[in-house]
């Protein structure tokens, strides 16, 4: 298990040498013994001063992370179990409020088992008011990016820690709602885990300490560009170019047929998601799972990279059957760059979602309609290039309308030819000739007004360019 760091010594392993300055904190009248009078409380919180150092369970302000300027919330657990109480919702409120007045982003470093018994439900409201801050932040376009440490358990888990955009944990670090004294007996102990967490897609990856400057710094600069984020139009992102599209790296020869267009979309030999998104960005960091108990690492690729000196997200399906955790990822992907003012690229690349039992109880139909929803209702640009199979509706998900482009090895089809062919009650050998029939290389794809063009091996023009009109190859 990872040692147990005070807020302070957490605080020097995060921010840059000589830039935390601590924020002035409201003044609270406290009664005898609190809001309850409980006896001994008074005498309890005079001890874990002692102990500690410190008044309170947070320790707020603001400081640079790998030359990013930003508002550090560390919690010390050794002053009660870092639980929270009134005037533990009075520091984070601050802390909160300083951030979006001076547009910097949020960090909280958790470590807490929950809300503070001696002030009872008083202490229990604290995460109504946190949950209030996250999403006045989360309103005004600044990024929140989490580090869990251990424990981080209760209601500081339930709002601060999977509240935020980005939760990286400790490796081994006690992660989960239940703490360690209230869950079941028989409960297995690896649920409550923070590789279990990443596993489930409650989290996004698990960090060494030793790492955690350089990767909070990485995703700083990545979801503000290094800078504190402008104020925007509630409305339209005016002036925010969209991803230019990726040049084509495999075939540049167009299909002659409906079956060639899909034996090469299917050949193993094709180009895939990664090997685009390698060419594409200068480097990238991914998100990873769906925040509702799963991920689909296998199917779906979604981040944030870095081309061409600004910050372009991304959603890549891999050429598999796309699960339900996967497009509900893509979802909150693109949901989030939509937030941050961050132009989003989508690869499109399945031969359909998946539809086995598991996944129509996971819920893919309204995962799929989710995902509809995201792409359809963003204000930031989205750019899409078909890079393989457009297998039916799991492939449209992703796929913008009005902007998406194809490879010369690719297809898009309402439903794939041997489907179609079943469907019709044809025989196997008419297949072929269903394929030609649905009209699906990409060359029919333009001639139909269903994508823009189609890209060659070198890099295209923005897709606004007046050298790319709509609907021509």
Not at 294 to 318: K, N, S, W
Request: some cysteine; hydrophobic content about 40%; charged content about 20%.
């Amino acid at each position: 298990m990872t040692e147990r760091l005070s807020a302070r010594a957490f605080l020097t392993l995060v921010a840059d040498d000589s830039t935390f300055t601590e924020l002035p904190y409201p003044a609270r009248d406290s009664k005898p013994d609190g809001p309850l009078a409980w006896q001994g409380y008074d005498a309890s919180r005079a001890r874990a001063a002692e102990r500690t150092g410190e008044h309170e369970s947070v320790v707020c302000g603001t400081a640079s992370v790998a030359g990013t300027r930003v508002v550090l919330i560390a919690f010390e657990f050794g002053f009660l179990g870092g639980s929270l109480g009134e005037r533990t919702g009075d520091r984070l409120e601050a802390a909160y409020t300083h951030a979006r007045t001076h547009r910097l982003p949020v960090v909280p470093l958790v470590a807490t088992g929950g809300s503070r018994m001696q002030e009872g439900m008083l202490a229990l409201t604290q995460l109504q008011r946190v949950a209030r801050q996250s999403a006045l932040t989360r309103e005004a376009g600044l990024p929140q990016i989490a580090a869990l440490r251990d424990p981080t358990t209760g209601g500081g888990w339930a709002t601060l820690g999977a509240g935020a955009d980005v939760i990286l944990a400790l490796p081994d670090a006690q992660v989960g709602f239940a703490g360690s004294r209230v869950r079941p007996p028989d409960a297995d102990p690896a649920a409550y885990r923070a590789e279990a967490q990443v596993t489930a897609g409650a989290a996004d990856a698990v960090v060494p300490p030793t790492e955690l400057r350089e990767t909070l710094g990485r995703w700083l600069r990545l979801l503000t560009g290094g800078k504190a984020t402008p104020a925007r139009s509630p409305t339209t992102p005016e002036g925010l170019a969209p991803a230019p599209v990726p040049a084509a790296l495999g075939s540049v020869d167009l299909p002659g047929t409906g079956w060639d267009a899909v034996r090469r979309a299917r050949s193993v030999e094709r180009p895939r998601a990664a090997s685009y998104l390698d060419a594409y960005f200068t480097h990238r960091a991914a998100i990873n799972g769906d925040r509702c108990g799963g991920a689909d690492p296998d199917g779906m690729l979604c981040g944030f990279g870095e081309r061409d000196g600004r910050t372009v997200a991304y959603a890549a399906q891999t050429g598999t059957a796309t699960r339900p955790a996967g497009y509900r990822t893509a979802a909150r992907l693109i949901r989030l760059a939509d937030r941050l003012r961050i132009p989003v690229l989508t690869l499109v690349d399945t031969p359909g979602a998946a539809n086995d039992a598991e996944a129509e109880r996971q819920g893919a139909g309204a995962a799929i309609a989710d995902l509809f929803g995201a792409v359809a209702a963003a204000r930031t640009p989205i750019t899409t290039l078909l890079i393989g199979e457009g297998g039916s509706g799991g492939a449209l998900a992703l796929a913008a309308s009005g902007n998406t482009w194809a490879t010369p090895d690719s297809y898009f089809s309402v439903i794939a030819p041997e489907l179609a062919a079943a469907i019709l009650k044809r025989p196997a050998d008419q297949v072929e000739a269903t394929a030609d029939q649905l009209r699906i290389r990409p060359q029919d794809l333009v001639d139909l007004g269903v994508i823009r063009g189609i890209v060659g091996p070198e890099p295209e023009p923005e897709p606004d360019s007046p050298a790319h009109p709509r609907g021509e190859a």
